[in-house]
Each structure stands twice: as structure tokens, then as C-alpha cells.
């Protein structure tokens, strides 16, 4: 069926799933976010992951944190909930690379977490109080790195291929993306 321009998208419209592949951002400057992680070791991750922990805490005290600001895009709580979860998946890969030879991680459809697990209906305070927790329990994790082991590897589903290293800038990136999509 096909709509005029007169009549209005439907409320619980929602975004459209991300397939595209950031792992480049390891490599190069994001044109978006301007965030190079290029030259960051796992120590250097760390240290970002704490300073942001603040930054994310005063977005999720807005008064209109969890307003959409179109139909398609996640309000700043629903990015939030995600970038909470970003710190746990990471956490786990981090810990298959250092235990594992090579191992595969399990696909993570985030999308489909955000419908599942309601990221738009959850508390602001609780997701604040989680997010500050994985994110320093990630940061410790990588502040633990040794040299030796920064070249261990793993691999996504998809074949993207990461090293302890690349995994630590991959996720810095994600995170620092999503905070300028929130405008912090």
C-alpha cells in the first residue's frame, strides 16, 4: 500500500539495522565522529573508558533521554542500553582471546538485543548504574593487557579478523561514536 505525503510513519517504526562494516575505523580517522584510534593501545582504551563514564552519565540525566529524535533513530537511553551492552560483548571477546587460541565469537545481533531486551523502555538510573559498570570492569580488563599478548587473535562471524590490540581500538571507537550520536 502506498502512503501520500500527508499521512504520518507509523509510531513504533524502528531504526534501520546497521550492516555496515566499521572495522576500517581501526585503521583511519571516522569522517563521522572524527575519532582516530589508529595508534591506541589497550591501556590508552582503558583510560577513554573511564573519562567517558561521566559523559554518559549526565546524557542519561536528561530530561528527554528516552525521546526519540525521529521514528528511526534511538533516543539517547536506547544508545546508552546499547553501548552498556558494547562493554559486556567486548569484555567477553577480550576474555575468549586471552584464554583461547583463535577463537570464533559468537555472533551479536544488536539490533535484535535492542528490540528483545526493550532498550527504549528501561530505566535511565538503572541503565546509568549498569553502564558505569561494565564500562570500568572493561577498562580494567584492558589495563590488565600484557605486551605479549596483544597479538592474540579472534574472529568474528563474518571473518573480521581481531587482535587484542584491534579489538581495544575497535570498541573505543564504538563507544566514542555513539557519544557524539548523542551530542556528548
Known sequence: MSRDASTPEPANRQPEPDTKDWTWTIERRCPECGTDVSAMSPQDVAAELRACLPRWAQVLRREAVAVRPAPTVWSALEYAAHVRDVFKVMHYRLD?????EDP????????????????AGQSPQVVATQLAAAGRGLADAFDAVLNRDLHRRGLRGNGSEFTVQTLARYAWHDVAHHLHDVGA
Request: aromatic residues 14%; without cysteine; charged residues 30%.
Open 96 to 100: 575468549l582471546m586471552l584464554m583461547e
Open 104 to 119: 570464533a565469537f559468537p555472533d551479536w545481533d544488536q539490533d535484535a538485543t535492542a528490540l528483545e531486551d526493550n532498550y
